[in-house]
């Protein structure tokens, strides 16, 4: 089972920032790569970025040069700090494991319970 859990999330000003962390607590042998998504109402769930286990990142257009993505192996944990917050921006942000490195019985595609971001003008 893996289990993810994000916080960080919270509400700002447009031009802000915050970071969102992502623990994970699963099997020591498996390791993944990881990406956030996010949702705003009435809309449909998007990426946003990944990283992978060998630290390579994507990020969806309208956030590059805004969104940094990171992560702690060691802690398995994942971030996202969020500078210069549009209120486009405003969504519930989630994390999810993607690619599966690791014995066969290691979980996959699991997702958080997310953390609401909410920019203003």
């Known amino acids: 089972q893996v289990q993810l859990v994000e916080s960080g999330g919270g509400s700002v000003q447009a031009g802000g920032s915050l970071r969102l962390s992502c623990a994970a607590s699963t099997y020591t042998a498996c390791k993944y790569d990881m990406s956030w998504y996010r949702q705003a109402p009435g809309k449909e769930r998007e990426f946003v970025s990944g990283i992978t286990t060998y630290y390579r990142t994507t990020y969806t257009d309208s956030v590059k040069g805004r969104f940094t993505i990171s992560r702690d192996n060691a802690k398995n944990t994942m971030y996202l700090q969020m500078n210069n917050l549009k209120p486009e921006d405003t969504a519930m942000y989630y994390c999810?494991?993607?690619?599966?490195?690791?014995?066969?019985?290691?979980?996959?595609?699991?997702w958080g319970q997310g953390t609401q971001v909410t920019v203003s003008s």
């Open positions: 999810k494991t993607d690619r599966v490195w690791g014995p066969d019985f290691c979980p996959s595609n699991a």
